[in-house]
């Protein structure tokens, strides 16, 4: 080949690669909601045992909707502590926010439930065009159907259906996936979500019934529920809760918001708040 023709090869190749960079699926903007660990709009309930890492907020429900935390209010009346809720590796306490105790943390929450609304509906009108992740496995996930000899890799994935995940389920390499269902999400006990060059903060599981995530078990991912998500006693999450109805945590659960979203607005300083 001349020199020409190789420099013609070259770009040629160059611009493959610019376009499939370019129809890479972009990650959902969780907006304001993305500074909580969980957030809900009508509860969050735990057990003695968990530890949430990470901030929560319930909105537009009062903070009475925060059970089992043994919260105490802050002298700012702006937040409440708990020793069930850990702020960093300081081990510090972390905060719950609730539209009740008023001031500017209810317009605070406002805005976070509404960036969590429009981060739902984003995830759901995604689309896909490759018939090869549209209701894989029949729903039920795992082994043949994104196991770890034949993973999930980035994507959008569209279920008309329940989705279980009934054995371990991997998620590899490095880019956005959107898991779209129609029904519920429920993770059989003792059975783990995998990352192999995958983000958690990269997952959207997207959900228009409930989530289940089973004894023992572990899940990676942001959580954007419709409805209610349960966890079972002695289950993880690596990711965050955004409900629109209740969370609920048995004992011995472990969330931890351990990685920062990417987003396209400026992150809430609500520290700011102790000085109301």
């Not at 708990?82 to 105790?101: C, F, H, K, N, T």
């Not at 590899?172 to 990352?195: E, F, M, P, R, W």
């Not at 958690?200 to 409930?210: D, K, L, P, R, Y």
């Not at 109805?245 to 809430?268: D, W």
């Amino acid at each position: 080949l001349s020199f020409s023709t190789c420099r013609l090869v070259v770009l040629f190749a160059s611009a493959c690669n610019a376009v499939t960079s370019a129809e890479t699926e972009p990650v959902v903007d969780l907006g304001f909601a993305g500074e909580y660990a969980i957030l809900s709009k009508s509860g969050i309930s735990a057990t003695a045992g968990s530890k949430i890492y990470g901030d929560i907020a319930v909105s537009p429900i009062a903070s009475t909707a925060m059970t089992g935390f043994d919260l105490t209010l802050d002298s700012s009346t702006q937040f409440s502590k708990s020793a069930l809720i850990v702020a960093g590796p300081d081990a510090s306490l972390g905060e719950a926010y609730a539209a009740s105790y008023g001031g500017e943390i209810a317009n605070v929450l406002t805005t976070a439930v509404g960036a969590m609304e429009t981060a739902y509906t984003d995830a759901a009108g995604r689309s896909t065009t490759d018939a090869d992740t549209l209701n894989l496995g029949g729903g039920i996930l795992g082994g043949e159907f994104g196991g770890p000899t034949k993973p999930l890799t980035p994507g959008v994935y569209t279920f008309g259906s329940d989705v279980y995940l009934n054995s371990d389920v991997q998620f590899s390499g490095d880019g956005v996936y959107i898991i779209q269902i129609t029904g519920n999400l429920i993770q059989a006990a003792h059975k783990n979500v995998i990352l192999d060059g995958a983000k958690s903060e990269n997952i959207f599981w997207q959900v228009a019934g409930h989530v289940e995530v089973g004894v023992g078990a572990k899940m990676e991912g942001i959580i954007l529920a419709k409805t209610k998500v349960d966890f079972m006693t002695g289950s993880f999450l690596n990711g965050r809760v955004l409900t629109q109805t209740a969370c609920n945590l048995q004992s011995g659960v472990t969330i931890n918001r351990n990685t920062e979203p990417v987003t396209t607005v400026a992150p809430i300083n609500r520290r700011g708040l102790r000085s109301m």
